[in-house]
């Protein structure tokens, strides 16, 4: 199954719906890059997914939490094994990951990387 994201201004996707095989085929002729990622949904929070991606942006595994409110989003304990908020870098969103080369992205991932 193919699915494509329809997002807000401020990134928040407002819509999935499923597309063919030739409208996905179009749409890829119009990306910056390819990127492939597994996504998973934590058991324990149905808010929270996980990316892990691979090819070109191995490393990078992405914890999203998505909030119904600035006030749950305000008084969200974070998991344990979460690691740093990456959410003022470019690793934060699919549309500017692209658009990074391949050694601004070790750079950039390197910032978050625990030692």
């Given at each position: 199954?193919?699915?494509?994201?329809?997002?807000?201004?401020?990134?928040?996707?407002?819509?999935?719906?499923?597309?063919?095989?030739?409208?996905?085929?179009k749409?890829?002729?119009?990306a910056?890059?390819?990127?492939i990622?597994?996504?998973?949904?934590?058991?324990d929070?149905n808010r929270?997914?996980?990316?892990?991606?691979l090819d070109?942006?191995?490393?990078?595994?992405?914890?999203?939490?998505?909030?119904?409110?600035?006030?749950?989003?305000?008084?969200y304990?974070p998991?344990?094994?979460?690691?740093?908020?990456?959410?003022?870098?470019?690793?934060?969103f699919?549309?500017?990951?692209s658009?990074?080369?391949?050694?601004?992205?070790l750079v950039?991932?390197?910032?978050?990387i625990?030692?």
């Amino acid at each position: 199954m193919l699915e494509k994201e329809i997002l807000d201004k401020n990134n928040v996707i407002i819509e999935k719906i499923n597309i063919s095989e030739e409208e996905f085929n179009k749409l890829k002729k119009q990306a910056y890059s390819k990127i492939i990622r597994d996504s998973y949904l934590y058991l324990d929070d149905n808010r929270v997914s996980i990316k892990k991606y691979l090819d070109k942006y191995k490393g990078l595994i992405r914890v999203e939490v998505k909030f119904n409110s600035i006030d749950e989003m305000n008084n969200y304990e974070p998991e344990n094994w979460m690691e740093t908020e990456i959410i003022n870098s470019p690793l934060a969103f699919d549309k500017y990951l692209s658009k990074l080369s391949g050694q601004e992205f070790l750079v950039e991932l390197n910032k978050y990387i625990r030692k």
